[in-house]
């Protein structure tokens, strides 16, 4: 079944820097990739995703990019705020089921 | 998302009692899904259904029995709950289109004693 890596675990940035989260996945027929954010006592919320045909998506301060041929996608964050402060997960879709990754918790600094 | 409820919000139970957990949507998406939440494991799928009467296992199924007789139900059944089961419990309902995203319960959290 679909195997998906998530990396680092955990993120330390200061206010205004940039955090960049990587995700490797293993079928090559996972056609959708979907970030979601969760802060702490709250269900996840989807935040950005991109489709299998697409190499990059932008939505403000947050961005993601896709490498089909690699199999790995990554989520971009500019400019960090507090408020990013949280768990971010990666997840992908192949067939019916969306499988995720094991998150990153993600510390901004003032 | 109000369209999707779980119930309850919290349980907790002796190991080796039936427990089920209820998750309810007002959408009528035609997929829906049971993830657990443990600390370094992320979401694990559990089980997830594409429609009514049908059911597929996830990634961690053992222990585990859902049902899907209608649409906007997906009940959760722990048949003989054991210490591991103890985890935080989300589902999640979300449209058949390719894309459509995936909306969460707020969760239940479940203590096994």
């Known amino acids: 079944g679909e195997n998906v890596e998530q990396h680092p675990s955990t993120l330390s940035v200061q206010e205004g820097d940039s955090a960049v989260i990587k995700c490797t996945y293993s079928d090559s027929a996972s056609n959708y990739f979907p970030w979601y954010k969760q802060e702490l006592g709250k269900r996840p919320q989807l935040i950005i995703d991109?489709?299998?045909?697409?190499g990059e998506k932008k939505d403000q301060r947050i961005a993601v990019t896709l490498n089909k041929t690699a199999k790995h996608f990554s989520l971009h964050i500019t400019e960090t705020q507090p408020e990013d402060s949280a768990v971010y997960f990666c997840a992908v879709r192949g067939g019916g089921k969306l499988i995720f990754g094991q998150g990153t918790e993600l510390s901004v600094k003032p | 998302d109000a369209g999707i409820t779980q119930s309850p919000r919290y349980k907790i139970t002796e190991t080796g009692r039936q427990v089920t957990l209820m998750c309810h949507q007002t959408?009528?998406?035609?997929?829906m899904f049971w993830y657990r939440q443990d600390l370094g494991h992320g979401l694990r799928l559990i089980y997830y259904?594409?429609?009514?009467?049908?059911?597929d296992k996830g990634e961690v199924p053992d222990g585990y029995v859902v049902s899907r007789s209608k649409t906007e139900n997906f009940p959760l059944t722990l048949e003989s709950a054991t210490r591991s089961q103890t985890s935080v419990y989300f589902c999640?309902?979300?449209?058949?289109?390719?894309?459509?995203?995936?909306?969460f319960g707020n969760g239940t959290r479940l203590t096994v004693t």
């Open positions: 991109i489709r299998s045909n697409v």
């Open positions: 999640a309902s979300r449209a058949g289109n390719v894309d459509s995203p995936l909306h």
């Open positions: 959408w009528s998406h035609s997929y």
């Open positions: 259904s594409a429609a009514a009467d049908i059911t």
